[in-house]
């Protein structure tokens, strides 16, 4: 069975080129980018195992996903088109995953749409179809995974079509973490890991679903941590007002902590008066509205705090952590999102 690590959106917020380079040095078989744009940046890092473009590949730019040996996910004639002229200008056979939608509704082809276009696919002399993918729609939403097994098993019909024709895509891929941490049988042989590969679960359904399997083995522990320093430290007398709209006001002396990080950065406005940081040992909460590259925490309770000091955003410090859900939560999303939006200007540093 061959592991594909999903590495769009910067690595789920955890960067691109840091990130993969781990999994490669790990050992995993695949990468999974969005658009060729990622790609072309992991070819360029010298990356030379196979890499998947799971996001939709437009004609413009099919000749460079060929050029850099990437594999598309296609559901279209055009872009099957645009590929076999690229292979063939190329002098090359271009690689392709057809995907079948089994009942998403997002990215795919209902079966026999889907059965029209692999024997289309294989009639062109330039492109190989290389394996065949589906997503699922709520495995990471419940506990009931009735609607999941239904795709499972449309899955399967679709391979089984596709061998009456001829075609037998070598890649079979349906698992994200949630079917990759759950069901085996759902292996096939290729997993895709995206969310669980930095040690995040799916969800809470998830994890309640592994212990009602009795998978207590597993173990996720978050990769990041997203950490600031302090900008300024202010004293501040009572009834004074923090930040913009004046929606604070102290009720006592307060001590404050301007840190350069706001919501251009990834922190998210909706922490407002809401979320908090850690701070030499102590969680602060953020005062004021949350703005473009600087918030406001309260250190009354960390009177050390100076100047230069550390400010722990997301990770785990001194025995007590923030994590990616508790962010979440308090931004009103989820771990997913809370992540993957930390602007990818940041610096990301490896830390052994």
């Known amino acids: 069975m061959r592991l594909a690590a999903v590495v769009k959106a910067n690595a789920y917020g955890h960067g691109l080129i840091q990130a993969s380079r781990c999994f490669v040095e790990a050992g995993v078989d695949g990468l999974c980018v969005n658009d060729v744009l990622e790609g072309e940046a992991l070819r360029a890092d010298g990356v030379e195992i196979p890499i998947y473009v799971l996001g939709y590949v437009s004609e413009g730019l099919a000749e460079r996903a060929v050029k850099g040996d990437l594999i598309p996910v296609v559901y279209g004639r055009k872009t099957v088109d645009a590929l076999d002229r690229a292979g063939r200008a190329a002098g090359k056979i271009a690689k392709a995953h057809l995907k079948v939608d089994t009942g998403t509704n997002r990215q795919g082809l209902r079966l026999e749409d889907l059965l029209e276009l692999a024997k289309y696919a294989a009639s ?22 009735s609607y999941a097994k239904v795709q499972i098993e449309a899955y399967i019909e679709a391979v089984s079509r596709l061998k009456e024709m001829g075609i037998d895509p070598p890649v079979k891929n349906i698992a994200n973490s949630a079917a990759t941490i759950l069901w085996p049988e759902a292996h096939f042989n290729m997993v895709r890991l995206g969310i669980s590969a930095y040690g995040l679960w799916p969800s809470k359904e998830t994890l309640i679903s592994a212990r009602m399997l009795h998978r207590e083995n597993i173990n996720l522990t978050p990769a990041l941590t997203w950490k600031t320093r302090i900008a300024q430290v202010r004293r501040l007398s009572k009834g004074e007002y ?3 709209g004046r929606t604070f006001r102290t009720a006592h002396e307060t001590l404050l902590a301007v840190c350069p990080v ?14 908090y940081v850690l701070i030499n040992g102590a969680r602060a909460q953020v005062r004021g509205r949350v703005c473009m590259n600087m918030i406001m925490a309260d250190v009354t309770d960390a009177p050390d705090a100076k100047e230069g000091d550390e400010v722990i955003l997301m990770g785990r410090a001194d025995g007590d952590s923030i994590t990616p859900e508790q962010f979440a939560s308090w931004a009103g999303t989820i771990n997913y999102e809370a992540v993957a939006r930390i602007n990818d200007r940041i610096p990301r540093i490896i830390v052994e």
């Open 242 to 244: 923090i930040g913009y």
């Open 262 to 275: 706001g919501y251009y950065d990834g922190y998210d406005r909706n922490l407002s008066n809401t979320g």
């Open 124 to 145: 062109r002399k330039n492109i190989v179809i290389d394996g065949l993918s589906t997503h699922f729609a709520d495995i990471e939403d419940t506990t009931d995974h």
